[in-house]
Every structure is written in C-alpha cells, then in structure tokens.
C-alpha cells in the first residue's frame, strides 16, 4: 500500500520561502509520476507541479512557473516542492499525489495515490 506524507508547511510572510516534501512507501518507484496540488477554502483542488518518474520531465501551473521548483530524490523515495516568493494566494492545504505511469500529468484525476496534506499560510 503506497504512502505519502507531507510535511514542511508552515506560517511565512509574503515575499518569504518554504520547501515541501513528500515522502513515499510502500512500493513507489522511479516508474511513479508525482504531483503537487492545492486546495483554497472554498476552492476545488488544482494543479501546482508535476515530475516524472526519472525526474527529467516537469511541469508548472502558470502561477507557479518561475517561483516554485519541484524536484525528487528517488535514492530517498522523496519528492520536494521549493516555494520562493510566495504570496498571500498561495495560502493553500498542499497535497502530494502518485500515479501509476511514468509521465508526469497535470489531471487530478490521473493520480493514484493522496497524502493529507500539509497546510500553507502565507501573511500579507
């Protein structure tokens, strides 16, 4: 049974950083595509990053291009989320997700595999 957990979320004023991960178990491997998404009160859970198995694929919401960098550490079954410049819309529950495929996708359908989720608050 494959689990995720998060963790590295926090309280951060605007302008500030945080780095999120994502550690698996359970029998994730460099074949799983991984995934970060984000869920606003109110809101529905949407796409913020996504990395292939080997890692050499990425692909960004367009709010997170150029601030945020995802990257993985399969060695470490580990998955991270660098979030630079973060501003108050980012204030969010972060969750990591795993899918059955190689290729990195940006469906939330598409995804096998949740973590809980860790909460981000950014202050203005």
């Known amino acids: 049974q494959v689990q995720l957990v998060e963790s590295g979320g926090g309280l951060v004023q605007a302008g500030g950083s945080l780095r999120l991960s994502c550690a698996a178990s359970?029998?994730?491997?460099?074949?799983?595509?991984m995934g970060w998404f984000r869920q606003a009160p109110g809101k529905e859970r949407e796409f913020v990053a996504a990395i292939s198995g080997s890692g050499s694929n990425t692909d960004y919401e367009d709010s997170a291009r150029g601030r945020f960098t995802i990257s993985r550490d399969n060695a470490k079954n580990t998955m991270y989320l660098q979030m630079n410049a973060l501003k108050p819309e980012d204030t969010a529950v972060y969750y990591c997700?795993?899918?059955?495929?190689?290729?990195?996708?940006?469906?939330?359908?598409?995804?096998?595999?949740w973590g809980q989720g860790t909460q981000v608050t950014v202050s203005s």
């Open positions: 997700a795993a899918r059955v495929s190689w290729f990195a996708s940006r469906y939330r359908g598409s995804y096998n595999y």
């Open positions: 359970g029998g994730t491997s460099s074949s799983n595509a």
